[in-house]
C-alpha cells in the first residue's frame, strides 16, 4: 500500500514538473516573438521597379481586410526606400503616412474608423494597396 502511494506521488511530481517546464517555455517563445515584427503587409523585393503592379505584388497581399479597432503593420522586405501613403499618387490623402521606410523598417496604424483606405508609395506610383476596415 505505501509502495503504491509513494509511485503516486511520484507520478505526481513528474506530472507538475512537466507542466511548469512547458509553461516556462511559452513565456520564451513569446518573448522571441517580441524581437520580430510581425507584418501584416509586406513590401517585397524588387518592387521599385514597375512590373510588380501585373503581379499584384506591389504590397503583400495589395488588399488587407481588418475589422474595426485593429492594427495593421508594413514590414519593407526591399533593399530600396518604400512609403505607406494613403490615397493614390494623384490625390494623397493625409490621412496616414509613414514617411521613407528603411529598409527591414516597419510601419503599424490602428485603424479605427470602418470604410476603404487607398495606399500607395509616395517614390514609386505604381505601388498601390488597400485597407478594407469592417
Ligand atoms: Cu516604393
Redesign the pocket.
Known amino acids: 500500500m505505501l509502495k503504491k502511494i509513494i509511485i503516486i506521488v511520484i507520478v505526481v511530481v513528474i506530472v507538475i514538473s512537466t507542466i511548469s517546464f512547458s509553461n516556462f517555455s511559452t513565456e520564451e517563445n513569446i518573448e522571441d516573438e517580441d524581437v520580430i515584427v510581425k507584418s501584416d503587409v509586406v513590401?517585397p523585393t524588387k518592387?521599385?521597379r514597375p512590373g510588380c503592379e501585373d503581379i499584384d505584388r506591389?504590397y503583400v497581399p495589395s488588399l488587407i481586410v481588418v475589422e474595426k479597432g485593429k492594427q495593421v503593420t508594413w514590414v519593407n522586405e526591399?533593399s530600396?526606400?518604400?512609403?505607406v501613403t494613403s490615397g493614390s499618387y494623384d490625390s494623397p490623402t493625409d490621412i496616414f503616412d509613414s514617411g521613407y521606410l528603411d529598409p527591414y523598417e516597419s510601419y503599424s496604424i490602428t485603424f479605427d474608423e470602418t470604410g476603404t483606405f487607398d495606399y500607395f508609395?509616395?517614390?514609386?506610383p505604381w505601388?498601390k494597396g488597400q485597407v478594407l476596415v469592417e
Open positions: 513590401m518592387v521599385s506591389c526591399d530600396a526606400f518604400h512609403s508609395c509616395t517614390l514609386h505601388m
